[in-house]
């Protein structure tokens, strides 16, 4: 099993910036492709970025030119840089992983088996 933990979910001003991480338990580099989720309140949770065993990496039309996937060197954390925050980006921001080590692509559909517990990030005046 894939344990994953999300940290760095804060309150933000508008405009502001948040870097998220999430923790494997172990490499996942060359094995596992990684997203980032999110739920808002009474909303379904969406795929908002993604990055793939190849390095390719996959963002939703909203937070495109605003934030960056990343995976560390040894793939052991992975990171969601956000810039430009609004308050419509609030939400329980999730970590998943998925095992595909042949696949060059990753999708922002919730095709992961193994996930986090949530960091909750809150952008308001």
């Known amino acids: 099993q894939l344990q994953l933990v999300e940290s760095g979910g804060d309150w933000v001003q508008p405009g502001g910036s948040l870097r998220l991480s999430c923790a494997a338990s172990?490499?996942?580099?060359?094995?596992?492709?990684i997203a980032w989720f999110r739920q808002a309140p009474g909303k379904e949770r969406e795929g908002i970025s993604c990055?793939?065993?190849?390095?390719?990496?996959d963002y939703a039309d909203s937070v495109k030119g605003r934030y960056k996937i990343s995976r560390d060197n040894r793939g052991n954390t992975m990171y969601l840089q956000m810039n430009s925050l609004k308050p419509e980006d609030t939400g329980l921001y999730y970590c998943?992983?998925?095992?595909?080590?042949?696949?060059?692509?990753?999708?922002?559909?919730?095709?992961?088996?193994?996930w986090g517990q949530g960091t909750q990030v809150t952008v308001s005046p």
């Open positions: 172990r490499s996942t580099s060359g094995y596992y492709n």
């Open positions: 990055i793939s065993v190849a390095g390719r990496t």
């Open positions: 998943a992983a998925n095992w595909n080590p042949r696949s060059p692509d990753c999708t922002l559909l919730p095709h992961y088996n193994f």
